[in-house]
T-cell receptor, first 115, second 116 residues
Framework: AQTVTQSQPEMSVQEAETVTLSCTYD???????LFWYKQPPSRQMILVIR??????QNATENRFSVNFQKAAKSFSLKISDSQLGDAAMYFC????????????FGTGTRLTIIP | EAGVAQSPRYKIIEKRQSVAFWCNPI?????LYWYQQILGQGPKLLIQ????????DSQLPKDRFSAERLKGVDSTLKIQPAKLEDSAVYLC??????????????FGPGTRLTVL
């Protein structure tokens, strides 16, 4: 079974600075998807960024980028120029490439932005 | 485009009582998911529907939880009887395309259940 581990329960960063959230996962599959989701205090989960395992290039979405290390099974999220609106719980998630649509989530990292 | 709707947003019940949650997915979305998010944990899939059929309910405690998706649109998740450990946020999500390799899941705001 696939597992996702987030070892940082809480992180904080000064506004406008850069922060990196860590995620490791375990799978025997070679093709899969990895995601970072953001869950603000209102609780609606929002997709931040997606990475396909077969792509070597790291995904980027504006201020958000990932460092995908397939051999190490590591998938970190970098947030540049942190803004107050980035404060939220961030979840790393895994999905099989074929078949089951379910997402397997980590335990989350609570990110605080310091003004 | 309207998002995934859930009601109620909050519910407080005594243990051994029954409770039901409702979800209305995004229009046209074939797949509907119910996740349970216990405080301090990531969401865990309880059940997945494709139209009105169950695809995966391996993590659903079937002795007390039930779910249905009538006519392949709205869905209801029921707990009967509730236990203290059922206190959690229940998230509903939906996705559009059947059979494609990637279908983004869109989440509703969740229902926070407190069992006293």
């Amino acid at each position: 079974a696939q597992t996702v581990t987030q070892s940082q329960p809480e992180m904080s960063v000064q506004e406008a600075e850069t922060v990196t959230l860590s995620c490791t996962y375990d799978t025997s599959e070679s093709d899969y998807y990895l995601f970072w989701y953001k869950q603000p205090p209102s609780r609606q989960m929002i997709l931040v960024i997606r990475q396909e395992a077969y792509k070597q290039q790291n995904a980027t979405e504006n201020r958000f980028s990932v460092n995908f290390q397939k051999a190490a099974k590591s998938f970190s999220l970098k947030i540049s120029d942190s803004q107050l609106g980035d404060a939220a719980m961030y979840f790393c998630a895994y999905k099989e490439y074929f078949g089951n649509e379910k997402l397997t989530f980590g335990t989350g990292t609570r990110l605080t932005i310091i003004p | 485009e309207a998002g995934v709707a859930q009601s109620p947003r909050y519910k407080i019940i005594e243990k051994r009582q029954s409770v039901a949650f409702w979800c209305n997915p995004i229009s046209g979305h074939a797949t509907l998911y119910w996740y349970q998010q216990i405080l301090g944990q990531g969401p865990k899939l309880l059940i997945q529907f494709q139209n009105n059929g169950v695809v995966d309910d391996s993590q659903l405690p079937k002795d007390r939880f039930s779910a249905e998706r009538l006519k392949g649109v709205d869905s209801t998740l029921k707990i009967q009887p509730a236990k203290l450990e059922d206190s959690a946020v229940y998230l509903c999500a939906s996705s559009l395309v059947e059979g494609a390799s990637y279908n983004e899941q869109f989440f509703g705001p969740g229902t926070r259940l407190t069992v006293l």
